[in-house]
C-alpha cells in the first residue's frame, strides 16, 4: 500500500453513490455514526454524482461499481484529471478479479466486495482518504495470464523501486540509466501490465503480494 498523506484535520467528508434505496440508508448509518467522517451527500446515479462535484467539494466516494446510468468504471474515467476530484472506493461483488482489475486501471483507490463486514468497509475507506490504495490480494495463479511474467529483469527492478515512491530521477540513478529510459521503461511496464498510472503500477505490484 501507498504511504498514508498526513496531516488528515477534522471528519473527512464522504459521499455516497448507490441507486438501490435500502443499501443507500444502510450506508448513510454507517457512515453518519462513525465520528471520523461527515456524510455530505447521498446520489442514486452516476451523473448526479458528477454535477454534486461543482458543488459540494468531498474527500472521498463510496460507489457501486453498477450506479446508472453511466457505471462505476466512466464514472471513474470522468473523474480522472479533473482538479479537486474525489478519491473513490469502489465496492462490487466477491471474487470477480477482472473486475477489481477495471477499478483499479480507471482510477479507483479502492475496492471493497460486498460481502465484506460493515467495518472493514469504513477502514478502507478511512484508509482511502489517507492516500492509501487498497485492493485485495489478487491471486495472479487464479488468472489465466500473468502479466509480471513478460517482464524484464530491469522492468521488475523498476516496479520494485517505483513502489518504493522514488521519482524519475531518483529511478535513474537508482537503475544507472537516463531519465528518458525510465520513462520509456515506464511506458513498457504500463502496457504490460495492463495500468496508465503509476498510482495505478504501485497498487498493481502490492495487490499481487509485493516483490516474489
Not at 97 to 126: H, T, W
Request: net charge neutral; proline share 5%.
Amino acid at each position: 500500500m501507498a504511504t498514508p498523506v498526513s496531516g488528515i484535520q477534522g471528519p473527512i467528508s464522504v459521499a455516497l453513490a448507490d441507486n438501490n434505496p435500502l443499501m443507500l440508508s444502510a450506508l448513510s448509518d454507517l457512515f453518519e455514526r462513525d465520528s471520523r467522517f461527515t456524510l455530505v451527500a447521498t446520489l442514486s446515479s452516476a451523473e448526479a454524482f458528477l454535477e454534486m462535484m461543482g458543488r459540494v467539494p468531498t474527500r472521498i466516494g463510496v460507489v457501486d461499481w453498477t450506479l446508472p446510468t453511466l457505471g462505476g468504471e466512466r464514472l471513474l474515467e470522468n473523474l480522472r484529471g479533473r482538479p479537486n476530484a474525489p478519491r473513490v472506493l469502489v465496492y462490487g461483488p466477491e471474487g470477480d478479479l477482472e473486475l477489481v482489475r477495471k477499478a483499479m486501471a480507471a482510477g479507483a483507490a479502492g475496492f471493497c466486495a460486498r460481502s465484506n463486514l460493515p467495518q472493514q468497509l469504513i477502514d478502507v475507506a478511512y484508509a482511502v482518504a489517507q492516500g492509501q490504495m487498497v485492493f485485495p490480494f489478487i491471486d495472479v495463479r487464479a488468472l489465466k495470464h500473468d502479466p509480471t511474467a513478460e517482464l524484464t529483469t530491469r522492468e521488475r527492478a523498476l516496479l520494485s523501486a517505483l513502489a518504493r515512491g522514488l521519482a524519475n530521477k531518483d529511478l535513474a540513478a537508482e537503475l544507472d540509466i537516463s531519465v528518458n529510459t525510465v520513462k520509456f521503461h515506464l511506458r513498457n511496464l504500463y502496457d504490460k501490465l495492463g495500468v496508465n498510472s503509476r498510482a495505478q503500477a504501485i497498487a498493481f505490484y502490492y495487490s499481487t503480494g509485493g516483490s516474489r
